[in-house]
């Protein structure tokens, strides 16, 4: 697999985003917060992915203040096909915050009506939003107004439902459809799960029965094995991955055939450039704070793991960081 040359790009050309890409077997980087910032981004994008997500940002706060989050989920043409993903609960703030957004020419917007994450929910946006199909049928209807104006195609992310007592994500998917969406993507566990137990795929199955347009799946998929089963066992056109991702970036080439001996010989180098970037796009060495949940995820599993965290965490020296994840990886610390 060739590195990313940037120098190969021209910025000022868009890459165009062909609707039919979703139904390709494509593999998606699904946003976390805290997690898939522009570094982290690039990185997946150099092991493979084929779509990323911004981060989920706050439709309320692009309609107040624009150049912060339009900052937040800036990108590079390195990184398409790009999606940016707004949550919100009110239809004409989350027009509007698409309509803004759409000046910086992402190639598609995704709404977020999955999230279980308390302050979203409180307020009706994220999950909670499946408990209120009407209103989320009147947001997506808005938002694909605005949308279809700049010719910008527009996904929705679900789940199952709010608990085990309301799923209802097929019929959902079916208004999500009707609404006008392009595609959906559906991360089978309830609200009332957050990341806990086991995802049903029976539910992903269910919605790609029920409608015509592709359908992503998301969910528990950690390695090669695993997506391959999803694609099996689901008929998804697409699949998503997220925390599946983290600590593990390589998983994308691992799924695309890029042998063991070849990744092992890579994670290193990969891990490095992790750093690198964001030093670069930070400016600034304290940015390897935040960094510390990725080496969280990066050190598990080692041995002497644990030591390594200790003194990574205690550091904002990249060279000893990066010296002490060799001497972890090579079994030497």
Known sequence: ???????KIDPNIKIPFDINFFTQKKLWLAPLAGYTDAPFRYI?????VDVLVSEMVSADGVKKNFDRFAHEVKFSDIERPYGIQLFGDNPAVMAKAALLLSKLKPDFFDINMGCPVKKVVKR???SALMMKPELSEEIIKEVCKVLNDVNIPLTVKIRAGWDFDSINAVPFAQM???AGASAIIVHPRTRSQFFTGVS??????????????????????HNKEEALRMYNETG???VMIGRGALGKP???EEIKGRSSAEIENRKLQIIHKHIDL????????????PMRAHFAYYTKGYINGSKARQIIFASIDPEEIKITMEKLILGVL
């Open 1 to 7: 697999m060739k590195e990313i040359d940037e120098k």
């Open 44 to 48: 997946a994008k150099q092991c493979g």
């Open 124 to 126: 009706y946006a994220g």
């Open 176 to 178: 999500v459809e009707s």
């Open 200 to 221: 049903n795929w029976a539910i992903i199955t269910q919605v790609k029965e029920a409608v015509q347009i592709p359908v992503i799946g998301n969910g528990d998929i």
């Open 236 to 238: 998804c056109d697409s």
């Open 250 to 252: 390589w998983v994308f």
């Open 278 to 289: 964001v030093l670069e796009h930070y400016q600034d060495p304290r940015a390897l704070i």
